[in-house]
């Protein structure tokens, strides 16, 4: 094995991008760069200069489509996610590329592989409380899914202490139960029609209304075309505000740790 450096992760990342790309438009799979990706691409035609991931989004419709069929054509490439494994720490989906090795944020910490995310956006409530009450609740079930699997790292003794406690809770469960209950709440207005959606299984807590997606234009990214939202504008704008804005020096910063390694 050889440790993977910054650049070799890029394009490892980019290599597994092309792979959904190219799925997708098989089987009329609908996708789109999200988040940093999109936001790179808009501003940089690229990753962020201090960004190392990629990130994509689907409708739900779309996301079981995928999750349901990807695996049955790949061999290198795989997808995991709660939904395929029950005892799966993440709510949301990632493509492994399985001739690598990552683990984060080091070899103490989860086995994984090189991968890129996709963050699946369900119906948000009509109801702004509803929609907060559901933030609320996947909040609660990520802090008591990140104390499962040990990924809390207080830095403070009473909190030290505190994780302690948790964990002893946390683990009368089983692994990939609080990861379950994420995707359930997510689904909650799956068979309503609503105006909105929202992301129910990461971190962010926007909304945007589904005229976003009525169309798909294609964007540049590292020098290769991929599909962004015909309301991209709207879709950063939800993300970052003022996203052609750049932030502070300091902030400037990754925020992900981990080892990289080619089998």
């Not at 990632?94 to 086995?111: A, F, M, R, S």
């Amino acid at each position: 094995m050889h440790e993977v450096d910054i650049n070799e992760l890029k394009e490892l990342q980019i290599s597994i991008l092309d792979v959904v790309d190219a799925f997708c438009r098989s089987h009329k799979i609908k996708y789109w760069l999200d988040s940093g990706t999109l936001l790179g691409a808009v501003r940089h035609q690229g990753y962020i200069p201090w960004d190392d991931d990629i990130d994509i989004g689907m409708l739900r419709k779309d996301y079981d489509k995928f999750l349901a069929i990807f695996n049955n054509e790949n061999n290198r490439y795989k997808v995991i996610s709660n939904e395929i494994s029950s005892n799966c720490y993440y709510p949301y989906a990632k493509v492994l590329d399985t001739n690598t090795i990552l683990y984060e944020p080091d070899e103490n910490g989860i086995k994984l592989s090189i991968n890129i995310d996709i963050f699946v956006y369900d119906n948000a409530p009509n109801n702004k409380e509803k929609c907060i009450e559901m933030y609320n609740r996947r909040d609660l079930y990520n802090f008591l899914n990140l104390g499962q699997f040990g990924i809390l790292n207080p830095n403070i003794w009473y909190k030290k202490i505190a994780k302690q406690i948790l964990r002893c809770f946390v683990l009368l469960f089983p692994k990939g139960y609080f990861s379950s209950k994420i995707v359930k709440n997510s689904k909650k207005y799956k068979h309503l029609e609503t105006v909105s959606v929202g992301n129910f299984t990461s971190i962010t807590r926007m909304t945007c209304n589904k005229r976003v997606f009525d169309s798909f234009i294609l964007v540049e990214f590292e020098g290769k075309k991929y599909p962004a939202p015909v309301g991209y504008d709207e879709w950063l704008t939800q993300f970052y505000g003022d996203y052609m804005q750049l932030p502070p020096v300091e902030k400037r910063v990754s925020h992900h740790s981990f080892k990289a390694y080619m089998k």
